[in-house]
């Protein structure tokens, strides 16, 4: 089973559409989990954390199920900037709590905004 | 912005070549990572130093050799590469008291005939 998994999609939404991406984790030890994004041809970046009570930034929402080991990003109102590759990343750590920032990476969900 | 640079951008190689990649970083940070990102697979991260000392080795073949000279500096250097070592070498950096937080440089997409 893969540490990270992510539907590869690719999703093509039209312009003002609601899209969700949902990711899994293996690592039932991991304490931090992230959305990245990485444009084509492009270095990923940081989009946004992931808490457990659910956070928000904008047009953004992720949402972490522990108990499920499940992670989501729901994005409202797609604009055509917003086509990119998603990444689920997931910070593991070892029996002794110690990560090293040994972030896992799922392979990325394609989304593809169109007019 | 440029808080991470890499150089080359692009580099063909042959298998029996040497040759370095070279990243810096202008944000302060004091560790540095590298990840090899193929096509249609996850990133992998290969090597990671914090405070100047290799933390980490994501059981990387000696091929790949990294070097850390100062907190602001990563070289990954190369020898005698495979063409499945092709692929896009991203370095990053963050502080180290905060390694989930890394910011990565536009990468070395690199080529092995």
């Known amino acids: 089973r893969k540490e990270v998994e992510q539907d590869p999609g690719p999703f093509n939404v039209p312009e003002g559409a609601t899209v969700a991406f949902n990711c899994t984790y293996s690592?039932?030890?991991?304490?931090?989990f992230f959305w990245y994004r990485q444009d084509c041809r492009k270095e990923p970046k940081l989009l946004m954390s992931?808490?457990?009570s659910g956070n928000e930034d904008g047009r953004f929402t992720a949402q972490l199920n522990r108990a499920s080991q499940y992670i989501s990003l729901l994005i409202r109102d797609s604009k055509l900037s917003d086509s990119a590759t998603y990444l689920c990343v997931v910070n593991p750590r070892d029996a002794g709590g110690t990560s090293y920032g040994k972030l896992t990476f799922g392979q990325g969900t394609i989304l593809t905004v169109h007019p | 912005e440029t808080g991470v640079t890499q150089t080359p951008r692009h580099l063909v190689m042959g298998m029996t070549n040497k040759k370095s990649l070279k990243c810096e970083q202008h944000?302060?940070?004091?560790?540095m990572y590298w990840y090899k990102q193929s096509a249609k697979k996850p990133l992998e991260l290969m090597f990671v130093?914090?405070?100047?000392?290799?933390?980490e080795n994501n059981s990387v073949p000696s091929r790949f050799s990294p070097e850390c000279p100062n907190s602001s500096h990563l070289f990954l250097h190369l020898h005698t590469l495979q063409p499945e070592d092709s692929a896009l070498y991203l370095c990053?950096?963050?502080?180290?008291?905060?390694?989930?937080?890394?910011?990565f440089g536009p990468g070395t997409r690199l080529l092995v005939l």
């Open positions: 130093y914090s405070l100047e000392e290799r933390v």
């Open positions: 992931v808490y457990s």
């Open positions: 990053a950096s963050s502080q180290e008291n905060l390694p989930e937080t890394q910011y």
């Open positions: 944000l302060g940070h004091n560790a």
């Open positions: 690592n039932s030890a991991s304490q931090s």
